[in-house]
C-alpha cells in the first residue's frame, strides 16, 4: 500500500519568508499530486495540482514534482498569518482514483 | 456555486446509538468519497462511489459503517453501533471523476460519541 510521508511536522515562519513543505511517496506509479490546505475546524481546499516533473505555480503556491525521487515539495511565497493552516499532500494513480494522504505539516506564519 | 455540503456539522452520540451523517456533493460530480479523519490516523478511506455505485467500501471500516447512495445528489453514511472510538471528523468530497480535477471537500461532521 502506497505510504506518504511528509515533513517537517511543524512548521513556523515570519510573514514574508519562503516555507518549503516536502512529501515523499512510495509507489513509483503515481501520477497524480495535490496540496490540500486545512483551517482549523474546516474542510479541506486544494491549492494546486501536479501531474508530470517539473514544477506549477497557483499565484502563491508552486509544487515541484520529482518523480525518480518519489517526492513532491510545497512553496509558499510571501506567507502572510491567513496561511496559518495544516498543509496536506495527496497522492493517486488515476487509473483507480484512490487518494493516499499524508499526516500533514502544521504551518504557522507570525506577523 | 454550492459546493458539498454536510449536515449535522456536530453531532454528539451515546454509545450504542445508530448516527446517519449527510452528504450533498456537488451537482453534476460522479465521484464521491468519504473520509474519516483523526489527529492520531489521519484521513482514511471510508467509501468510494462512481455513478452510485460503490468501488471500495474501505475494508477494516465494513462492520459498523454503511455508506449509501440512493440519487447522485445525496449520499448517507451510517454508524450502527457507534462506539466512543468513532469520535473524529467525518469529510465527505465530490469529484467530476476526471484525472485532472480535484476532490471538493465539505466542512465535515464532527462526531464525539459519549
Known amino acids: 500500500q502506497q505510504k506518504v510521508q511528509q515533513s517537517p511536522e511543524s512548521l513556523t515562519v515570519s510573514e514574508g519568508a519562503m516555507a518549503s513543505l516536502n512529501c515523499t511517496f512510495s509507489?513509483?506509479?503515481?501520477?497524480?499530486f495535490r496540496w490540500y490546505r486545512q483551517h482549523s475546524a474546516k474542510g479541506l481546499e486544494v491549492l494546486v495540482s501536479?501531474?508530470?516533473?517539473g514544477e506549477k505555480e497557483e499565484g502563491r503556491f508552486t509544487a515541484h514534482l520529482n518523480r525518480a525521487n518519489l517526492h513532491v515539495s510545497l512553496h509558499i511565497r510571501e506567507p502572510q498569518p491567513s496561511d496559518s493552516a495544516v498543509y496536506l499532500c495527496?497522492?493517486?494513480?488515476?487509473?483507480?482514483?484512490?487518494?493516499?494522504f499524508g499526516d500533514g505539516t502544521q504551518l504557522v506564519v507570525k506577523p | 456555486d454550492a459546493g458539498v455540503t454536510q449536515t449535522p456539522r456536530h453531532e454528539v452520540a451515546e454509545k450504542g446509538q445508530t448516527i446517519i451523517l449527510k452528504c450533498e456533493p456537488v451537482?453534476?460530480?460522479?465521484?464521491l468519497f468519504w473520509y474519516r479523519q483523526t489527529k492520531i490516523q489521519g484521513l482514511e478511506l471510508l467509501s468510494y462511489?462512481?455513478?452510485?455505485?460503490?468501488?471500495?467500501d474501505g475494508g477494516a471500516f465494513k462492520d459498523r459503517f454503511k455508506a449509501e447512495m440512493l440519487n447522485s445528489s445525496f449520499s448517507t453514511l451510517k454508524i450502527q453501533p457507534t462506539e466512543p472510538k468513532d469520535s473524529a471528523v467525518y469529510l465527505c468530497?465530490?469529484?467530476?471523476?476526471?484525472?485532472?480535477?480535484?476532490?471538493?471537500f465539505g466542512e465535515g461532521t464532527r462526531l464525539s460519541v459519549l
Open positions: 495527496a497522492v493517486s494513480i488515476t487509473s483507480n482514483n484512490r487518494i493516499f
Open positions: 509507489d513509483g506509479t503515481s501520477n497524480n
Open positions: 501536479i501531474f508530470s516533473d
Open positions: 451537482s453534476g460530480h460522479n465521484d
Open positions: 462511489f462512481r455513478s452510485k455505485s460503490l468501488m471500495e
Open positions: 468530497a465530490s469529484s467530476p471523476g476526471t484525472e485532472y480535477q480535484a476532490p471538493l
